[in-house]
């Protein structure tokens, strides 16, 4: 504050004209204003800003934790969104088209077989500004007859609609049935220029890329899917504006939940899936696939411990989510974890089936048998 200035205006309101006691009004001005009506003047202004402070503060407060809740909620919306995607089921045995459309830069194709290698790929430009459709009629018939293709996976990017007409016109020329499905391709393209697709198909261009991810990703979406950062296939809008490392780490989450629910094939999982497995790092996980290419397939689940690396404390974690099919102990392909298969034995003796029962898929009544004896009795028996 200007206290001389001040001081001055007290005096000049308080002692008028030729007052005998200016001298000592003047030392009681002094001290009054700084004594007292200072310190109260100053209390008061910053009782008045600390007040309009805490009114600012709980305002912010209550934005912070509105903005939190809704963070949390948009997160756990992508979360299931993602879940869906990866959950959706594979369709086994079929040698499928890829269709990446597009307009100026022509239709990418790439046929996978029943296992998802690649047999052939190509560009056509039945679309404008091209529009070559007669041409691309022929090669299409030509592949499909002679891969024998039975399912067209068309991305749904541009050139999505023009692409699906050409190709429900194309089918009805073929002397068998052939069918399409559009599925999203978002994420193809973050997948055709990653490290991992280079590794993969190093002699094939990154345009092309794409296509053999749609075709896969119809036939397994979970394993394909994995290869892609969870925040490029299409899980929700926004995504950049919420917490990064919340989003991706329940992103990350979902994916090995997903992977680790379903299982994966030891004998044709990819090392991208297979790092999502409990207990498998992604070094482990090329170490299995090293060891797959240089001995064969796996035909026990037991086998695995002679992969590099993989010691008994990941071998506990990862062996109940691997699958082997025809393994020569058909438990190998079920979620039973090694340790429990002497008592899932005892249990199927108890109730009446044999290993080849599980093989053959013949437990459909398990549940039924099970509560005739009941929990508590069969869990007694089995002392587990």
Request: charged share 30%; aromatic share 4%; proline share 4%.
């Amino acid at each position: 504050m200007p206290d001389e200035n001040i001081i001055r205006v007290l005096e000049k309101s308080i002692i008028v004209g030729q007052n005998p006691f200016s001298d000592v009004l003047k030392e009681a001005i002094e001290d009054g204003f700084t004594r007292l009506i200072k310190p109260a003047i100053e209390r008061e202004i910053r009782n008045s800003l600390t007040e309009k402070a805490e009114d600012g503060a709980i305002e912010r407060d209550i934005r912070s934790e509105m903005t939190e809740k809704a963070q949390e909620g948009a997160i756990t919306v992508f979360g299931k969104n993602l879940k869906q995607l990866l959950m959706q089921p594979p369709i086994a045995g079929k040698t499928v088209l890829g269709w990446d459309p597009a307009f100026r830069t022509g239709c990418k194709l790439a046929i996978v077989d029943e296992t998802g290698k690649v047999l052939y790929t190509k560009v056509i430009f039945p679309t404008a500004p091209q529009n070559k459709v007669e041409e691309s009629i022929k090669i299409v018939l030509d592949i499909v007859k002679k891969y024998n293709v039975s399912l067209i996976s068309l991305g749904n990017g541009t050139a999505s609609r023009e692409s699906e007409k050409f190709v429900s016109d194309m089918i009805k020329e073929i002397d068998r049935e052939v069918q399409y499905i559009i599925v999203s391709e978002a994420g193809a393209s973050v997948y055709s220029a990653s490290e991992l697709a280079n590794e993969e198909h190093p002699d094939i261009n990154v345009s092309l890329r794409g296509a053999i991810s749609i075709a896969r990703r119809l036939q397994d979406p979970l394993a394909e899917l994995v290869k892609i950062d969870p925040k490029s296939i299409g899980v929700g809008q926004y995504q950049h504006d919420l917490n990064q490392k919340k989003l991706e780490g329940v992103l990350d989450g979902v994916v090995e939940d997903s992977v680790n629910s379903v299982g994966v094939d030891l004998n044709t999982a990819s090392y991208s899936l297979l790092e999502h497995i409990a207990g498998i790092s992604k070094t482990i996980a090329k170490n299995i696939v090293a060891y797959r290419e240089e001995n064969g397939d796996f035909t026990s689940r037991a086998q695995i411990k002679k992969v590099k690396r993989l010691g008994p404390q990941a071998f506990t974690q990862c062996a109940g989510f691997m699958r082997i099919e025809g393994a020569k102990n058909p438990l190998d392909n079920t979620g039973v974890h090694p340790e429990s298969y002497d008592i899932c034995k005892n249990m199927l003796d108890m109730l009446g089936y044999s290993l080849s029962d599980v093989e053959n898929k013949n437990i459909s009544d398990i549940d039924s048998k099970v509560e005739a004896i009941g929990i508590k009795e069969l869990s007694s028996k089995l002392q587990v």
